[in-house]
């Protein structure tokens, strides 16, 4: 056994640059895992100021000088921040609350509509079975209120440090832009010379994540606002809280889809019951779903890695389960990375010495 672990330390870790390209990645995830919860403003910052640059760099290939450029693209993050938190997120929250009221009401209906399937199919469903159904869904909902009554008092702490976050944030992203070049150099200093491998990781990685997470929000604005009209237009109910939940859906392909498919269903029903409206708005977010799978992604994500459905679905699992939300939105790059490091790890580290000699 130590044997076979020696030979298969030569093969993989004989090379310097492996080792180098093993200790940086060792270190991130380790700084990650365990002073994530600590450093979550700084990565924020620098995850923003990030997808930032590459609006600063084309503006700055049109002859607007650095500084300006980052005034420019700072003013229109900040604007856009400012909308989400005085405009979006209090409609948001009122159109959820409103949805939590309707949720008896709705649970009412559903036990009806059970009923009557007692009373059309007696032999597959009884009444005693209908009502223990509906209560169990009853006391279900009952502890899930109390639940998320509980974590609302609990959360009064955590929107002081969202407060902070809202002021940290900003002054971090607009330093990391102004000053990128200068920390940026700082933070090499500390790095070994000899980082080819590094380097190759990270040129790979440059190129792909940042079109992936910056295409990923405009998919996110699109599909979103393109569901909200077609909600709005068909006269459907909580429709701006149903277009945000189908535009967060993209962040996890596949699975998303299917997911929130579930309360537009439900809602729909509820309001319009098995009727042509239902059918033609199930129509409408077939359509949409069709379009952004089959021509809005290829166009936006023309650049990126080809990744197996399995690896994508194995990566949410994996990051998700570290990082919670964070970890499902940053799985795709992720997946990414791994896939980089071992394209890019030394192939000669992996041939046998007869290989070599021949």
């Not at 084309?58 to 002859?63: A, P, R, S, V």
């Not at 405009?87 to 009806?112: F, K, T, Y």
């Not at 509509?113 to 169990?136: C, D, I, K, N």
């Not at 409408?284 to 399995?310: C, K, M, R, W």
Request: proline share 4%.
């Amino acid at each position: 056994m130590i044997e076979l672990l020696k030979t298969w330390y030569q093969r993989n870790f004989s090379d310097p640059q492996a080792m180098i390209l093993a200790l940086l990645l060792a270190i991130g995830f380790v700084v990650v895992i365990f002073f994530g919860n600590m450093l979550a403003p700084l990565l924020a910052s620098v995850v923003i100021a990030y997808l930032l640059e590459g609006t600063v760099a084309k503006l700055q290939k049109h002859g607007v000088g650095r500084l300006w450029a980052v005034v420019a693209v700072f003013s229109l993050f900040m604007a856009l921040l400012i909308f989400t938190i005085l405009g979006l997120i209090p409609l948001l929250s009122q159109q959820l609350s409103e949805l939590v009221r309707e949720v008896p009401n709705m649970v009412a209906q559903g036990q009806q509509a059970l009923l009557s399937l007692h009373e059309s199919y007696p032999t597959f469903f009884s009444e005693e079975q209908v009502r223990e159904l509906m209560s169990g869904v009853r006391s279900d909902l009952t502890g899930f209120g109390q639940s998320v009554l509980s974590r609302s008092i609990a959360s009064i702490p955590a929107l002081v440090t969202v407060l902070v976050y809202l002021i940290l944030v900003p002054i971090m992203v607009f330093f990391f832009l102004k000053d990128k070049f200068a920390i940026v150099e700082w933070f090499t200093s500390y790095l070994p010379e000899k980082r080819m491998l590094a380097r190759q990781v990270w040129q790979e990685m440059d190129l792909q994540i940042g079109n992936y997470i910056r295409g990923k929000i405009l998919e996110i604005i699109i599909v979103g606002t393109a569901t909200y009209i077609a909600f709005a237009m068909m006269g459907l109910n909580y429709a701006p809280l149903l277009a945000a939940l189908v535009g967060l859906s993209v962040l996890v392909p596949y699975i998303g889809a299917a997911v929130v498919t579930l309360p537009v269903a439900l809602i729909a029903y509820f309001q319009w019951g098995l009727s042509s409206e239902f059918g033609y708005l199930i129509l409408v977010y077939g359509i949409i779903q069709t379009l952004d799978g089959n021509v809005l992604v290829p166009i936006l994500f023309s650049e990126a890695v080809n990744l197996h459905p399995v690896a994508i679905i194995v990566s949410v699992l994996v990051f998700g389960g570290f990082w919670g939300f964070w970890g499902v939105f940053f799985a795709i790059p992720l997946a990414t990375l791994v896939k980089a490091v071992l394209n890019a790890w030394p192939k000669a580290a992996h041939l046998s010495p007869h290989s070599e000699q021949a």
